[in-house]
């Protein structure tokens, strides 16, 4: 399963190239490639999840973007460090609860975890989201704005449903107005 909260494109010593983590072989690879050849610069291998995650936040540390190609995310502090840090135990907690009862019957789904963040910065709720490891969208719900942020979860039916329930637990238990986001596939 490709997923783009880990992968990240950009131009270092002025080559294209590609770090990325995916799923494979019962496993987890993180690499960085040249763009064009395909050449391995890096690569880690591990069935371990949260240390293949580890492996790809070290190699975007040590591959940085040129200067003047991308801007660099300004350095999350206050609330929105708070929030990254939260929503990575948030996770941490989906992933307990989805490993303790892996059983995946049911209705496919797309059920996560959403916050109210009244007057956030849109911007930087995105930037700690993507650092949790996560992804974030716009949720209205009665006239009123809402983050829903997707579990990580391999599954896409009950074990999803618990992944993100326990989030959402776990964002009340930290003080947030946090509720379920359950939409059916």
Known sequence: MID???HEELTHNG???IIDLCEISGGYEAMVLKSRTGEALDEYRSRDFEKAVNAFYKM?????ADKNKKPAAAVLTGKYA????DLRRALAAGRAAEKANPEDGGTCNFDSASICLPRWNAAKVEQAAKEAGTSCFDWILFGGKRYVFSPDSKAQANARSRNAEAMTKALKAMGYEAMDYCQAD
């Open 4 to 6: 783009n909260r880990f």
């Open 15 to 17: 080559s294209r190239i």
């Open 60 to 64: 975007v540390e040590r591959f940085p």
């Open 82 to 85: 708070k929030l990254r840090d």
